[in-house]
C-alpha cells in the first residue's frame, strides 16, 4: 500500500464508531496492534508519513511507507 492510502485506512479505522481494534502489518513482518484510538499519533491533514505507537507493551515510532496491510483485528486480546 501507498503512504497515503495506508493513511486513509488508518483514519478511517481511528474514526469508526464503535471503534474496532486494528493491526498494521510492517515491511520486516512485525505486526503493530491498534488497541484503542488514543494508542496512535499522527498528522491527519498533513503529508508527513510518520506516526507514533504508544500502548502497554510498544513504543514504535514509524512510517505509513513501511506498512503493508491494515486490517481489523478480532479483539484487543489478539493483538500482537
Do not use: K, W
Not at 486513509?8 to 486494528?22: K, L
Not at 515491511?27 to 500502548?55: L, M, T
Not at 513504543?59 to 481489523?72: C, I, P, Q, S, Y
Amino acid at each position: 500500500m501507498r503512504a497515503e492510502s495506508v493513511r486513509s485506512e488508518v483514519i478511517r479505522m481511528v474514526r469508526q464508531a464503535p471503534f474496532r481494534p486494528f493491526v498494521l502489518s510492517m515491511e520486516n513482518g512485525d505486526r503493530v496492534g491498534i488497541g484503542h484510538p488514543e494508542n496512535i499519533a499522527f498528522d491527519p491533514v498533513g503529508d508527513s508519513p510518520d506516526f507514533y505507537v504508544i500502548s502497554e507493551r510498544i513504543r514504535l515510532f514509524g512510517t505509513f511507507e513501511a506498512v503493508t496491510n491494515v486490517a481489523a483485528a478480532d479483539s484487543v486480546e489478539h493483538l500482537p
